[in-house]
T-cell receptor
Framework: EPEVTQTPSHQVTQMGQEVILRCVPISNHLYFYWYRQILGQKVEFLVSFYNNEISEKSEIFDDQFSVERPDGSNFTLKIRSTKLEDSAMYFC??????????????FGPGTRLTVT | DAKTTQPTSMDCAEGRAANLPCNHSTISGNEYVYWYRQIHSQGPQYIIHGLKNNETNEMASLIITEDRKSSTLILPHATLRDTAVYYCIVRAPYNQGGKLIFGQGTELSVKP
């Protein structure tokens, strides 16, 4: 069964450093998302991406964040200058149409980002 | 904000049916009810979705009331591996917004 994969599973970085989180969505999906979950809190939407551009972003997704689909298969989230409060699980999701207008969104296993 | 209300936690005996309720009294006519679950800190896992008819798949059944203001997710024979946080999410078809808005969910504990 196709699945969303994410690398690395755990990333430790120092405050102020840049990090890139990588995702390989399910191959025939066209819609891509990043979510994050701070320990003990809700899963929060960050950004959605369709047709090589951002379709929606949350207030969390400020200028320090960017997304890219560099080669038609990978989908990346970059944080330019990490802050302590960026420590969280980051989940990538991709979405495909099931029937009509109904879509199902599938999540990857997540990357645990620890900023020290 | 999430448009659903769920109990914070529930217990269920292993082998019994787990019935997880969800209230979505402000649901619009074209919005679907989706259920996801999250085991430990893993990625949320899709379970099932429906519009107005009851739905069943290999994981669960979804019962939606006739007025669509509430629904129940049923795990027919709960196992210890079903211990997770279960999220009920109301969502429009993609052309009206694709993100999923997660609430706090219901923490289901399946006990031997």
């Amino acid at each position: 069964e196709p699945e969303v994969t994410q690398t690395p599973s755990h990333q430790v970085t120092q405050m102020g450093q840049e990090v890139i989180l990588r995702c390989v969505p399910i191959s025939n999906h066209l819609y891509f998302y990043w979510y994050r979950q701070i320990l003990g809190q809700k899963v929060e939407f960050l950004v959605s991406f369709y047709n090589n551009e951002i379709s929606e972003k949350s207030e969390i997704f400020d200028d320090q964040f960017s997304v890219e689909r560099p080669d038609g298969s990978n989908f990346t989230l970059k944080i330019r200058s990490t802050k302590l409060e960026d420590s969280a699980m980051y989940f990538c999701a991709s979405e495909g149409r099931v029937r009509g207008l109904v879509y199902e969104q599938y999540f990857g296993p997540g990357t645990r980002l620890t900023v020290t | 904000d999430a448009k659903t209300t769920q109990p914070t936690s529930m217990d269920c005996a292993e082998g019994r049916a787990a019935n997880l309720p969800c209230n979505h009294s402000t649901i619009s006519g074209n919005e679907y009810v989706y259920w996801y679950r999250q085991i430990h800190s893993q990625g949320p896992q899709y379970i099932i979705h429906g519009l107005k008819n009851n739905e069943t798949n290999e994981m669960a059944s979804l019962i939606i009331t006739e007025d669509r203001k509430s629904s129940t997710l049923i795990l027919p024979h709960a196992t210890l591996r079903d211990t997770a946080v279960y999220y009920c999410i109301v969502r429009a078809p993609y052309n009206q917004g694709g993100k999923l808005i997660f609430g706090q969910g219901t923490e289901l504990s399946v006990k031997p």
